[in-house]
């Protein structure tokens, strides 16, 4: 069965890291692009930072950028996104996804452009 687990979520305060994780199983997805969503009460599932397979390009969105830095370790079939200065507006269920792409360096910002989806994981930034 392949799956992605997300862990690391939490409570934090503002101004406060988190480091989130994402664990692939059921195949390799050493050739995947891979990114990271969130979605918060009320709101559509919005895009936050891709990474290609080869872990040599990153995209972000806007809010986010310079904060979070997502990154890979494909032996260990694992994506990280480390997010540092969280603001309140960033609690959300953070989720991750995985598409195979044939491009080391593509990456995929779209909801629609992933096939696999973790189960999410809570952030609440506290202020």
């Known amino acids: 069965q392949v799956q992605l687990v997300e862990s690391g979520g939490g409570l934090v305060q503002t101004g406060g890291s988190l480091r989130l994780s994402c664990a692939g199983s059921?195949?390799?997805?050493?050739?995947?692009?891979m990114g990271w969503f969130r979605q918060a009460p009320g709101k559509e599932r919005e895009f936050v930072a891709a990474i290609s397979w080869s872990g040599d390009n990153t995209y972000y969105a806007d809010s986010v950028k310079g904060r979070f830095t997502t990154s890979r370790d494909n032996a260990k079939n694992t994506v990280y996104l480390q997010m540092n200065s969280l603001k309140p507006e960033d609690t959300a269920v953070y989720y991750c996804?995985?598409?195979?792409?044939?491009?080391?360096?593509?990456?995929?910002?779209?909801?629609?452009?992933?096939?696999?989806w973790g189960q999410g994981t809570q952030v609440t930034v506290s202020s």
């Open positions: 059921g195949r390799t997805f050493g050739s995947d692009a």
């Open positions: 996804a995985a598409r195979p792409v044939s491009s080391r360096g593509r990456v995929l910002i779209r909801l629609n452009d992933y096939d696999y």
